[in-house]
């Protein structure tokens, strides 16, 4: 798969597990941060199977294109559209200005971002301006912008039990066959 094709499942679940040697900073590799994000949002929004698998694949773009940060949701994004959907690519693609938001709204919440969330942020953009934090307010999936920015944050426990990545594997099935079937 290159960078600017989609992901066909197999390829998707091949990417995903290619994760499990890659950290990109954090205390946990990116196959743990992706299973505990997406295990966060199913008891978060237990109905909401679009917005659990943005949280499986929000980092996606870092696997396939190591140490881009600035980049990284949208390569993700790019990668997913045609096989989950444009609202889980769309999810993905705006899980970095969810963090941008809230560091600008929220003086606090820059203290909870771990040292290499930190560090990308300035890469990602930095503070939004007030036009741009306006938008983000007023764009269709505000909320599940940032229930997924604020499980990507807390999805970095070491140890953490989850469920294996194959329990995600039907219901991305279900979801993409859905896609084509619309």
């Known amino acids: ?20 040697r890659a950290r990109d900073g ?4 990116l196959l743990a941060h992706a299973l505990q994000c ?9 109905d ?35 096989l989950l959907g444009d609202r889980v690519a769309d999810l993905v693609e705006r899980h970095d200005e969810a963090k941008r938001y809230l560091v600008t709204v929220d003086a606090a919440y820059r203290e909870r971002l771990s040292e290499r969330s930190t560090e990308t ?6 503070l939004l301006d007030d036009d741009g934090r306006a938008a983000f307010e007023a764009s269709p999936d505000f909320e599940a912008c940032i ?7 807390d999805a970095k426990v070491p140890g953490l039990a989850t469920a294996p990545l194959s329990r995600w594997r039907p219901v ?10 619309a």
């Open 121 to 126: 942020l300035a890469d990602q953009g930095g």
């Open 147 to 153: 229930a997924l920015r604020r499980a990507d944050d």
């Open 38 to 46: 997406a295990q966060l949002l199913a008891a978060k929004a237990p």
């Open 26 to 29: 954090e205390a946990v590799n």
């Open 48 to 82: 909401d199977t679009e917005l659990q698998v943005a949280g499986l694949v929000h980092d996606i773009g870092t696997t396939l294109e190591p140490d881009r940060p600035a980049t990284h949701a949208t390569t993700g994004a790019r990668a997913v559209r045609a």
């Open 172 to 181: 991305v099935e279900a979801l993409a066959s859905r896609r084509a079937c």
């Open 1 to 20: 798969m290159t960078a600017n094709a989609g992901l066909d499942v197999d390829e998707l679940f091949a990417t995903l597990t290619l994760g499990a």
